[in-house]
Every structure is written in C-alpha cells, then in structure tokens.
C-alpha cells in the first residue's frame, strides 16, 4: 500500500507569510505525528493525534504554529506569521495505534524556506 | 527526561570496514529503541528496533543490541557498502507516552 505522503515537497514563503503543510498518513494508522529536523539534527517532536484529537502538542514551539486532524486521517500543520528561524524539513510519520514498540513511518517532508 | 545520545560523526570509511555507531539512551522504565537511516534524497526508514532488553534487532547486516546495564543500543556491521552511506538516526519510544526521541543522527561516508 501507500506510505506516507507529504505535499507540498518544497515551499518558499516570505516573511511574515501564512502556509499549510499536508500529511497523508497510511490508511488505517491512527496515531500521527509532526516533526521538524533542522539541518545536521535529529527530528524534533511537534505534535500527536490519536485519531481527530491532538493527544500531545507539548513540542510546539509557540503558538504561531497549530495543527490539525479533523476526520481522523489527513493532517494540516499550520504556521501564522513566518520567520526565517521556521526553515525546516517538516516531517510527518504514522503509526498503526501508537504503541511503543510500533515502528513510526515516515513521509518524505516538506522543505520549508522562509525568505 | 527521556533522552538519546548518539555518536557525533561525520564516519568515513573503506568499503568493508567495520562499522560500529555508539547509541546510549536515558529512559525510565523500559523503552523500545530503534535504528532509522536516511538515505541522501529520500525519508527516514527504519532500519532495526528492539523492545526489550536483550533483544537484537537485525537488517541488511545492520545488528544492534538492547543493553539494559549498559543503557546502549550501538549498531554494528561487520562489512559496509559504497551504499550504505547515509546518516543514521537512534530513537527511542518510551512505555508510557507517545512521543519519540531522536539522537542528532550520525552520518556515515564509505569510500571503495
């Protein structure tokens, strides 16, 4: 089946600017997670859903940033008022339920460059 | 916290050289740790897991150990490839909770 899937691939954006990054989980995995890697880093955790509901968001780095699942299946990571520091590939990764010893799979990101 | 700490690099080596990547961990209880690698151009895949102690977790000549006394999961292969070039990443998933935890990753370089 499908992986994950993350559109757009790239994005370029000014200052100041508002964008939406999509995630297409496997089909059935209830347990969605963001992530962001900066360059020469390991990813760092945004946020988890657990179906609609964001069960943790303890890793977003302030307020501009908001997430959301609302049937349970796609998510769109929303980011008000960019800055340059948000440049980043943006990750998102599935989990069947979410149990510890699942693996996590992940998309192949969006590039984030803010100008 | 929970926590990973991961051999800094870069590693270059010669086409069958033996690789070893140090992973230690800080968890409480028990937690699942895992080997991803991404592969220039492409996403993170997993590699290898484990999730209990003692277990090894193996693929494509890649093993790691879950060490429980010595709070390591290093991986190990005894002879690498031009293609195994990539940076590798340790995580950890812990038994309660959901999120998971990434080392800063290590890239590896193997040269013919």
């Known amino acids: 089946g499908a992986g994950v899937s993350q559109t757009p691939s790239n994005k370029v954006t000014e200052k100041g600017k508002y964008v939406e990054l999509r995630c297409d989980p496997i089909?059935?995995?209830?347990?969605l997670y963001w992530y962001r890697q900066s360059l020469g880093q390991g990813p760092e955790f945004l946020i988890y859903f657990q179906g609609t509901g964001a069960a943790d968001d303890s890793g977003l780095p302030n307020d501009r940033f908001f997430a959301v699942r609302p049937e349970g299946s796609v998510s769109t990571l929303k980011i008000q008022r960019t800055e340059r520091g948000d440049s980043a590939v943006y990750l998102c990764?599935?989990?069947?339920?979410?149990?510890?010893?699942?693996?996590?799979?992940f998309g192949p990101g969006t590039r984030l460059l803010v100008l | 916290g929970d926590s990973v700490t991961q051999m800094e690099g870069p590693v270059t080596l010669s086409e069958e050289a033996f690789l070893t990547i140090n992973c230690t961990y800080t968890a409480t209880g028990y937690p699942s740790l895992f080997w991803y690698v991404q592969y220039p151009g492409e996403g993170l895949q997993l590699l290898l897991k484990a999730t209990k102690a003692d277990d090894k977790g193996s693929n494509k000549g890649f093993e790691a150990t879950y060490r429980k006394e010595t709070t390591s999961f290093h991986l190990e292969k005894g002879s690498v490839q031009v293609s195994d070039s990539a940076v590798y990443f340790c995580?950890?998933?812990?038994?309660?909770?959901?999120?998971?935890?990434f080392g800063t990753g290590t890239s590896l370089t193997v040269i013919p």
């Open positions: 995580a950890l998933s812990p038994r309660a909770g959901n999120q998971f935890y």
């Open positions: 990764a599935s989990r069947r339920s979410g149990g510890p010893d699942e693996t996590q799979y």
């Open positions: 089909s059935g995995h209830t347990a």
